[in-house]
């Protein structure tokens, strides 16, 4: 089970942490993930990161401002997101899957994060 957190009304060119904690079985051989969606739109990949934590991949319209790390020893993922814009209001969800696996199968509920202009 995945449990998001740290969103939260900013302005523009603010930052916010995004958390995301994992219970029950340890996720340390998973790729984790983050997505977003915004209102009308479908949910898009944002960033990646694989077990050990050097492989990362980003959306190419974030790289530069935000970054994933994760924490195996808590179990936690984290989304560091700088020099935000109106344009990433979105809820931001946090994904799990075996470095197998082609598709994410476990998600958490979501985080809303809301910039103003």
């Known amino acids: 089970q995945l449990q998001a957190s740290g969103g939260g009304l900013v302005q523009a060119g603010g930052s916010l942490r995004l958390s995301c904690v994992a219970s029950?079985?340890?996720?340390?051989?998973?790729?984790m993930a983050w997505f977003r969606q915004s209102p009308g739109k479908e949910r898009g990949f944002v960033a990646s990161?694989?077990?050990?934590?050097?492989?990362?991949l980003y959306a190419d319209s974030l790289k530069g401002r935000f970054t994933i790390s994760r924490d195996n020893a808590k179990n936690t993922v984290y989304l560091q997101m700088n020099s935000l814009k109106p344009e990433d209001t979105a809820v931001y969800y946090c994904?799990?899957?075996?470095?197998?696996?082609?598709?994410?199968?476990?998600w958490g509920q979501g985080t809303q994060v809301t910039v103003s202009s």
């Open positions: 029950g079985p340890t996720l340390s051989t998973y790729i």
């Open positions: 994904a799990a899957r075996p470095a197998y696996e082609s598709r994410y199968g476990s």
């Open positions: 990161i694989g077990w050990i934590g050097s492989t990362t």
